[in-house]
């Protein structure tokens, strides 16, 4: 199952900075978009979505790209903080109506932020 | 802050046994999933129940997996006849309608020996 991809598995970055987390996907059915945070044994923990209708959502630190045409979203951490250092997984669904249903995931990026 | 709970945080079973994972999820979520990671590998849907029927499942949600929601509260995953290959943590998530956001619970690692 590839209809998810993080093709980057690490990614580093000094405090302070952008970090950038990439995510491409194949399903053109796929229509909400979730970023999730993972420390070691944690469950993920949601961050921030956005749905196919949009192409931007901001909370806070965190932005969503979401670029249809080449099926691409992206996450935006601005500034980074060594607390964000965890792995990054993309999740997608096609909208069942008033819930996600099933997600499917990437791989996951493994984001470093160091001092 | 509401939060899914699931227990036990850490199953051992020999192969063959039976096991019940069991998960209380966000006390207005009407949504329940199952999904599971085998190490090194993708977060993997399992199953998704609502209205005490199972909404979809996957492939590898066989005749050896059950769901149920026993009690109105609790939340459980049931594999009759464990596996080596069903080692995994094995995660909850919840969802109320129209919000589009999934939570997940702390998961629990099962092993199988």
């Avoid at chain 1, 979401?66 to 996450?75: G, T």
């Avoid at chain 2, 009407?30 to 998704?48: A, D, H, M, N, P």
């Avoid at chain 2, 005749?63 to 069903?86: A, C, H, W």
Wanted: hydrophobic share 30%; charged share 20%; net charge negative.
């Amino acid at each position: 199952d590839q209809q998810v991809k993080q093709n980057s598995p690490s990614l580093s970055v000094q405090e302070g900075r952008i970090s950038i987390l990439n995510c491409d996907y194949t399903n053109s059915m796929f229509d909400y978009f979730l970023w999730y945070k993972k420390y070691p044994a944690e469950g993920p923990t949601f961050l921030i979505s956005i749905s196919s209708i949009k192409d931007k959502n901001e909370d806070g630190r965190f932005t969503v790209f979401l670029n249809k045409s080449a099926k691409h979203l992206s996450l935006h951490i601005v500034p980074s903080q060594p607390g964000d250092s965890a792995v990054y997984f993309c999740a997608a669904s096609s909208d069942r109506g008033s819930t996600l249903g099933r997600l499917y995931f990437g791989r996951g990026t493994q984001l470093t932020v160091w001092p | 802050e509401p939060e899914v709970t699931q227990t036990p945080s850490h199953q051992v079973t020999q192969m063959g046994q039976e096991v019940i994972l069991r998960c209380v999820p966000i006390s207005n979520h009407l949504y329940f999933y199952w999904y599971r990671q085998i190490l090194g590998q993708k977060v993997e849907f399992l199953v998704s129940f609502y209205n005490n029927e199972i909404s979809e499942k996957s492939e590898i949600f066989d005749d050896q997996f059950s769901v149920e929601r026993p009690d109105g509260s609790n939340f459980t995953l049931k594999i009759r006849s464990t596996k080596l290959e069903d080692s995994a943590m094995y995660f909850c998530a919840t969802e109320t309608g129209g919000k589009y956001e999934q939570y997940f619970g702390p998961g629990t690692r099962l092993t199988v020996t």
